[in-house]
């Protein structure tokens, strides 16, 4: 295939990638991306990692040396454009997902990008329409947002049990996201940002609706949070159609990471989070008790659901699919979060700006 056959939006060679495996390019080889790119040597079938890029040069050695055949190259336009790739993992600092993105749509190429999409609503929606353009040229959509607790199989678990009705019609759903610790440069506009960001998919995951409006209170502030900021917060969600969604962010507890999430609706509620899988109340029954043990950090609480994402975006690669969020729910994370920014700031609610979804498959 031709590079001008592959910027025309052909998806390269991939008519034979299920005879073999994806070959995949890392951007960004930090904790994340080196988290990955073990992932995909050595727990996930289908794919071979064979470049990886990252602005040190050193840690991109390092990495790339942990995998055979696996390459350095500096450039991570060059490495999308390489011909020896398939699909890429994005996992470089959000200030450069825009353009990354955007070269693998003009190139034709499938994405996994580490959330956020991009940095602002405006420029997500850009990558929603660049890849409306291409899908609208070749129908097939090649962009997946690395919004991993849709992977997680308690999150699963209470989507299927909502999804059939077993919760009758769902009212409220409360949220808490905590850390034990944060770095000394971590803002509240980062709490909403950075953290609250998975709850806004969360909610509109398990609602399968858009969020209207976005309220942010400000608690009493502990003494162990990072100076001159508010922490924890309160974020209140409204849902089109007027359900409520409240997330309690937390970063500085001192304990550890836990992540909770309950669903209540007219016939039960159930939850999750509790390290006992997921606990359903129904007639003055409840089910498993729960546990004392909290993960340290996200990798150990969400790393069956990196395995099962980058299992299932690989398969889908391979098929010329995406299995999985994609950019239009990146952008509306971002837009969401452009709300709850201003919420924050003003100390009102917010309405969210959401463009138009016409020409975007859900």
């Known amino acids: ?19 073999r495996e994806l070959q995949v390019a890392v951007l960004g080889v930090g904790m994340m991306g080196a988290d990955h790119v073990a992932r995909l040597y050595s727990r996930i079938s289908g794919a071979q990692v064979v470049a990886v890029s990252d602005a040190f040069a050193e840690k991109a050695e390092q990495v790339a ?8 190259i500096g ?14 993992l994005i996992a470089t600092p959000g200030q450069f997902h825009e353009e990354q993105v955007l070269a693998c749509i003009e190139r034709g190429k499938p ?37 991993m607790r849709r992977f997680d199989p308690e999150y699963a678990e209470l989507k299927a049990l909502i999804d059939a009705g077993g919760l009758g019609e769902p009212l409220l759903v409360h949220c808490a996201h905590r850390n034990a610790a944060v770095p000394p440069h971590f803002t509240s506009e980062m709490m909403v940002n950075d953290s609250v960001v998975h709850e806004v998919d969360v909610a509109r995951f398990l609602l399968d609706e858009e969020i209207a409006a976005v309220t942010v209170l400000r608690p009493k502030a502990t003494r162990h949070a990072v100076a001159g900021q508010s922490d924890p917060l309160l974020v209140l969600f409204e849902t089109t159609s007027g359900r409520m969604v409240d997330v309690e962010c937390f970063v500085s507890t001192g304990v550890g990471y836990e992540v909770r999430t309950e669903v209540v609706g007219e016939d039960g509620s159930a939850m999750i989070g509790l390290d006992a899988g997921l606990v359903r109340t129904s007639g003055g029954s409840s089910g498993a008790a729960r546990s004392t043990g909290i993960a340290p950090d996200f990798r150990q609480r969400f790393g069956r659901a990196y395995d099962i994402e980058l299992q299932r975006w690989v398969d889908a690669a391979r098929r010329g699919e995406v299995d999985g969020p994609g950019a239009w729910d990146g952008y509306a994370a971002q837009a969401v979060c452009a709300a709850g920014v201003e919420a924050l700031r003003s100390g009102q609610r917010t309405e969210v700006r959401l463009a138009s979804r016409e020409g975007t498959a859900s």
Not at 2 to 19: M, N, S, Y
Not at 75 to 88: F, G, N, Q
Not at 114 to 138: C, F
């Open 75 to 88: 450039d991570p336009l060059v490495a999308i454009a390489d011909d020896d790739v398939d699909a890429v």
């Open 1 to 19: 295939m031709t590079t001008a056959e592959t910027r025309a939006g052909a998806l390269p060679d991939l008519a034979d990638v299920p005879a």
């Open 111 to 147: 994405v996994l990008c580490e959330k956020p999409l991009t940095m602002e609503a405006d420029s997500s929606l850009a990558v929603v329409r660049a890849e409306d353009e291409y899908a609208a040229r070749t129908g097939r959509r090649l962009v997946q947002v690395g919004f």
């Open 65 to 72: 040396a942990t995998v055979p055949g696996c390459r350095v």
